[in-house]
């Protein structure tokens, strides 16, 4: 009960991802499930030259990576903050014999060189499992900073203004008012609760928010929608993963 007073941070994101039990549901992720209908035509479209060099952000057990690789793109990095992921999907990439380049990393201080892909993926939400929206920022720049003029960031959220959710946030925007929200949270959008694999925190944005921070950090907002709205998912999908939204982004070209 202790970390629902104690406010949420890295280490309490990194011990959700690094239990057991959410190390085996990203395992079988990988191994089942693979890409959603959604992501295959979404990163097709944006990354239409197999040989594009793409990185991955938040991979996991490699649900993602693998999958693109099986669809023929030959260049990925993919990483992840937790080493235990990264671990399981080394031992994946045994099996199948892939070329995938995993690392351990952290999304807010990437090691790679400037301009150094194509394309940037933070897929299942990753970004907004990041604590506090100027560390998300941070993320976006390292996105921005490695990305090659012309290149995509491609990622997802929640959406606080979805309908179904509408009363609930009216809720928590009055507890906010009075003091009343979880001490755990950092900021209004916030959530951290139970799941059957732990506890488990996930910032759930207003589309502006992320429209400003994007703006901010330089990039240009190329397209962003509901996933509902690409392609009609297998329950397996719905299942893992309920609705979110693609943000699909460019570095354009510098200015002289």
Known sequence: MELYHKQVDEKVVLSYFEGR???DHYEEAARRIGLWASEELVFRKCFSDQKTKILELGCGVGRISFSLWMLGYGNLTASDVSNKMVSRALNIQKERRSEIRFLQSDATQLSFESNA????????????QIPHRENRKKAMQECFRVLRPNGKFVFTSHDRSLPKWKKFWQNERKKWKIGLQDKALLEFGDRYGDTPNGKLFIHVPDTSDIRKDLKEVGFLLERDVLRSRVA????????FSDECRFWIARKPEPKF
Not at 119 to 124: A, K, S, W
Not at 232 to 239: A, I, P, T
């Open 21 to 23: 039990a959410v190390l």
């Open 232 to 239: 009609d998912e297998s329950q397996m999908v719905k299942d």
């Open 117 to 128: 892909f194509d394309g940037v993926i933070f897929g299942f939400n990753g970004l907004m």
